[in-house]
T-cell receptor, first 117, second 115 residues
Framework: DTGVSQNPRHKITKRGQNVTFRCDPI?????LYWYRQTLGQGPEFLTY????????KSRLLSDRFSAERPKGSFSTLEIQRTEQGDSAMYLC???????????????FGNGTRLTVT | AQSVTQLDSHVSVSEGTPVLLRCNYS??????LFWYVQHPNKGLQLLLK??????LVKGINGFEAEFKKSETSFHLTKPSAHMSDAAEYFC?????????????FGTGTQLKVEL
């Protein structure tokens, strides 16, 4: 079963350091999403790509955050100058979407848990 | 804009008894609604989805949900709880048409199943 794969599973870093996470979506899926989940909350949308184009970014995505999907396949999420408030689970999801078809389900990875000390 | 409100943060039931997890939604458009389940240290798994077809939706593991437009509700039910159902459940609404699949999650309901 080649589901959505995220690496690493856990990352512990010191405040001020940069971190990068990787997501490999289901191979035929053209849409890729990043969400953030803090303890006791539901996931919050960060950004999404259709193929290699980043089509929407949340206000939650400060300028320290950058996401790329250079070839329309895997994606990376980088956080620069990490802060303790960045500690969260970062979730990636993918889906097969068409222009007017907005209800195909998202398939989520197991997430990368970031701890900033 | 769209949102969902999960009315209970924690629900506790006995094994073999019915489960009811409540969700109300708000959407400017005819919504697509979902329930996802998250087991500890596992990814989110889709339980079921409503996409303007039948109002009673059947999902995996015996769960079902009924879309009630007049009540703006999408409650999740199961006739008989099993220990393996213990997890966190999220009610989710999809974004506006043409807005990709951006999902808005509720705050979650933690389901506890006791012997």
């Amino acid at each position: 079963d080649t589901g959505v794969s995220q690496n690493p599973r856990h990352k512990i870093t010191k405040r001020g350091q940069n971190v990068t996470f990787r997501c490999d979506p289901i191979s035929e899926h053209n849409r890729l999403y990043w969400y953030r989940q803090t303890l006791g909350q539901g996931p919050e949308f960060l950004t999404y790509f259709q193929n290699e184009a980043q089509l929407e970014k949340s206000r939650l995505l400060s300028d320290r955050f950058s996401a790329e999907r250079p070839k329309g396949s895997f994606s990376t999420l980088e956080i620069q100058r990490t802060e303790q408030g960045d500690s969260a689970m970062y979730l990636c999801a993918s889906s097969l979407g068409q222009s007017n078809h907005y209800n195909s389900p998202l398939h989520f990875g197991n997430g990368t848990r970031l701890t900033v000390t | 804009a769209q949102s969902v409100t999960q009315l209970d943060s924690h629900v506790s039931v006995s094994e073999g008894t019915p489960v009811l997890l409540r969700c109300n939604y708000s959407s400017s458009y005819s919504p697509s609604l979902f329930w996802y389940v998250q087991h500890p240290n596992k990814g989110l798994q889709l339980l079921l989805k409503y996409t303007s077809a039948a109002t009673l939706v059947k999902g995996i593991n015996g769960f079902e949900a009924e879309f009630k437009k007049s009540e703006t509700s999408f409650h999740l039910t199961k006739p008989s709880a099993h220990m393996s159902d213990a997890a966190e459940y999220f009610c989710v609404v999809s974004a506006r048409p043409g807005g990709g699949n951006k999902l808005t999650f509720g705050t979650g309901t933690q389901l506890k199943v006791e012997l």
